[in-house]
């Protein structure tokens, strides 16, 4: 029965001060754990087992449910629509709002869950394993539910094809460890594999992770959007070429957009792992980056948020050492989605208008997420909806500092092609008004800060703002569009003098920059931007010219904009850096301008398929593949040859295979401070081989998606001489003899 709940008022601080220069700022004392945005303007936030809520983008905040409440897990937001939240707290009732926190309902007592997931498509619809087995399910937000089976470990929607199959379909995985499929709410179910220990379903892919029966090899099955995810000849396994032998080790999905898995390898070390990309079809895996930094399991990588096909990773130069204590860290961006990789490109001169000298081998290096966990060193940082600006904290040399002290913050306009000294010292940031607004704040775990910087043209004008009160800043938050004007800082007051009546305690400082508005954006303070590498095609990024409208870095005003504009994209013409090595070939030298130097590591069959008509034809891979997502035409044309099928049609061959490594995993889904999506399987057989899981959600805006598991190869790999004349195959082939040998290069070569 639905109940309405009275607020009942919660003893808190609250001060509101108003400071020259029109920026308002308040303090409430409080713990955030959790804030969900329902709006632009309404936020829901956790703390200490209290519920409150804001309407001014987080300036000021009133309780909305009983104080301290205990065993309040988490906030679970409604997928379809944001105003629908779920208070979970697990063996007990809980509380619903349908309005973004304005009203709640209590609702039944769901018991403990192992998962829970949230149907895509379906408002209010939620599927939950208890921790005996059982399925349950909610068409209403979690206020009732109802029995659909039992013998379950974990269970989740599929979304993967939709429209493929109807909207009650999900996935279990039971007792028994079958990976199963039910259409009709599990009134019948159908299993598509056997001896599975977990799945991932992302937007475009499902991902299964299964027991191999003879050999007890953890094995990574895909399947991906144009194919139905409710047969399993659709799931291929995940193929890796590899030159030498691989041991067991755990692997990480780091994204799957822009036309691209990204898989992390970690081949056995403590400190980094190998970055894979996969072809068009999805399954097939080339090495893009060796030796990618994976301190503690956190791998330090991010894509350029609203740019296709940038990303940024730190590198470990001294992988040999394998040593988390003394672990070299360089970074560099790929703008062709994996295909080429460089050093990031140093500052001219610094923020007080010095030269950097910083020529050579020397170039800027910053921090990742491993950074800010370890360190409180902000990571790299991008938004969708500040198109081009990246924001960073490091240092230049040949190497990133290991002390805190050493970092200045830096900021790119271009996507990370070319960066400027923002501040000396390391700062905490965010943006908001598309960019328009940036926010730092000093963030040194040893001393505290009782001011904030800020800029209203994109880092050209800094100025300092006093707080009035002394904190160890955590974070700055916006929210999520980070279109606003209002900032949400976090952290803890110091013991400073002044400061005793925030001494020791959390704080959630709102600051409202609307009173700076001094007038709205017109056309004239828009200008045309195109992202570009700085090598190919001029402004070409991933075979097209996208152009861009945003607000001019200097034009004196606030953007009114809701979305960042694309004016135009348009295909380029082909060049070398559109294509990159194609699967069972190994990049062995790439300089910028030139054909790809491609090597065979892998035994690849050129014989003619088993089914190849008299009459029709096959294709026979040159070395080369198109970039993942690139959409250029014309021009230089590296793609597989077409033969004739012989008059005869051959017996398939018997001796030839592709030497693969067959991955994978128990997932862990972790989205940052929304839903509940892991399991942990407690089959011993299983779990000696799972492990480095990570576990939990974050109080950052930096969000991540993270796999654990074991990888397995063949001990042993294949070389096959190349039956295609010279004129026909660009590639090299790289025969036993050879695999000892490097080529030589100063460039950077991110694959050795």
């Known amino acids: 029965m639905k109940r309405e709940h009275n607020i009942i008022a919660l003893l808190f601080s609250l001060l509101h001060v108003c400071m020259s ?53 988490q906030i679970i937001q409604d997928y379809v629509d944001p105003n629908k939240l779920y208070i979970y707290r697990g063996a007990t009732y809980g509380y619903v709002t349908l309005d973004g926190g304005a009203t709640y309902s209590v609702t039944e007592n769901p018991g403990s869950l192992r998962t829970l997931d949230l149907h895509g498509t379906q408002s209010g619809w939620f599927l939950a394993v208890s921790y005996a087995g059982e399925i349950k399910m909610s068409t209403d937000m979690g206020l009732s539910w ?104 755990s692997f990480a999905i780091l ?23 996969s072809g068009p079809l999805g399954y097939q895996f080339v090495n893009s980056l060796s030796h990618a930094a994976a301190i503690n399991g956190v791998y330090d990588h991010t894509k350029v948020e609203g740019i ?25 961006v790929t703008f062709d989605n994996g295909g080429e990789w460089r050093y990031l490109t140093a500052p001219i001169y610094d923020s007080s208008g010095n030269p950097t000298g910083c020529t050579g081998s020397c170039s800027l290096n910053v921090n990742g997420l491993s950074g800010y966990w370890f360190k409180g060193a902000a990571p790299f940082y991008t938004t969708p909806n500040a198109i081009g600006l990246v924001l960073a904290t490091g240092n230049l040399g040949s190497s990133l500092a290991d002390n805190y002290g050493d970092y200045n913050t830096y900021l790119s306009r271009d996507a990370g092609l070319h960066w400027i000294e923002l501040v000396k ?27 904030i910087m800020y800029s209203l043209k994109e880092g050209s004008d800094l100025k300092i703002f006093e707080l009035g009160v002394e904190v160890f800043v955590e974070n700055i938050i916006s929210e999520p569009s980070a279109t606003g004007l209002n900032f949400i800082l976090l952290g803890k007051g110091t013991n400073a003098g002044s400061n005793s009546q925030y001494a020791g305690k959390d704080l959630v400082i709102g600051l409202d920059f609307t009173g700076l508005r001094a007038r709205t954006c017109e056309e004239d303070d828009y200008e045309e931007w195109s992202p570009s590498d700085g090598v190919s095609n001029g402004t070409c990024l991933l075979g097209s010219q996208t152009v861009y409208s945003r607000k001019k870095q200097n034009a004196d005003c606030f953007n009114d904009r809701q979305t960042e504009h694309i004016v135009s994209s348009v295909p380029c013409n082909c060049t070398y850096e559109d294509w990159e090595c194609d699967f069972g070939y190994k990049a062995e030298k790439t300089i910028p301008g030139t054909k790809p130097v491609c090597v065979l590591v892998s035994t690849i069959s050129r014989d003619p398929p088993s089914e ?38 051959p017996n398939a061959p018997s001796s030839s295979k592709t030497w ?3 991955v994978v995993v128990v997932v862990v889904l972790v989205v940052a401070l929304v839903g509940i999506g892991f399991f942990i399987y407690n089959n011993e057989e299983v779990r000696e081989k799972i492990t480095g899981l990570f576990r939990g959600g974050q109080q950052t805006q930096y969000s991540r998606l993270n796999v654990g598991g074991s990888l397995v190869a063949d001990s042993e790999f294949g070389i096959e001489e190349n039956d295609l004349s010279d004129d026909e195959e660009d590639a090299q082939v790289l025969h036993d003899n050879d695999i000892a040998t490097k080529a030589t290069t100063e460039d950077f070569n991110p694959r050795s």
């Not at 029995?147 to 028994?176: C, E, M, V």
């Not at 822009?258 to 990309?277: C, F, H, K, Q, V």
């Not at 010292?425 to 001393?447: Q, T, V, W």
């Open 146 to 249: 109802s029995h659909l089976n039992t013998g379950a470990y974990t269970a989740g929607w599929y979304r993967a094809d939709a429209g493929k199959l109807p909207a009650q379909s999900f996935f279990t995985i039971d007792t028994a460890l079958r990976f199963n499929i039910t259409s009709d709410l599990g009134a019948t179910t159908k299993t598509l594999f056997t001896k599975a220990v977990g799945f991932v379903i992302a937007q475009d892919y499902v991902y299964v992770g299964i027991l191999d029966t003879e050999d007890n090899d953890l094995m990574l099955r895909i399947c991906t959007s144009d194919a139905n995810s409710g047969d399993a000849s659709n799931y291929r396994l995940a193929e890796f070429s590899f030159g030498d032998e691989i041991e067991q080790n």
């Open 21 to 73: 220069g029109d920026i308002r700022m308040s303090i409430f004392t409080a713990k955030l754990d959790q804030i969900v945005w329902t709006n632009q303007t309404t936020a829901v936030m956790l703390g200490g087992g209290n519920i409150w809520r804001s309407v001014d983008e987080g300036f000021t905040w009133t309780p909305s449910l009983p104080a301290n409440l205990t065993n309040v897990y």
């Open 612 to 649: 190849c008509p008299p009459g029709t034809s096959y294709y026979v891979s040159r070395g080369y593949r198109k970039v993942p997502g690139d959409k250029c035409i014309g021009g230089v044309d590296l793609s597989p040859i077409q033969k004739a099928c012989p008059t005869a049609t």
């Open 255 to 277: 994204d799957d957009d822009n036309g691209a898995i990204w898989i992390a390898l970690n081949e056995g070390a403590n400190t980094w792992g190998n970055i894979y990309t």
């Open 425 to 451: 010292g390391a700062f905490i940031y965010e943006f908001g008004d598309h960019g328009g607004i940036i926010i730092l704040a000093s963030n040194d775990p040893k001393d505290g800060t009782s001011q």
């Open 660 to 662: 693969i490594a067959i």
């Open 308 to 332: 296709n096909g940038v990303h940024i990773a730190n590198n470990i130069t001294n992988w040999q050492l394998d040593n988390p204590t003394n672990a070299d860290l360089r970074t560099v």
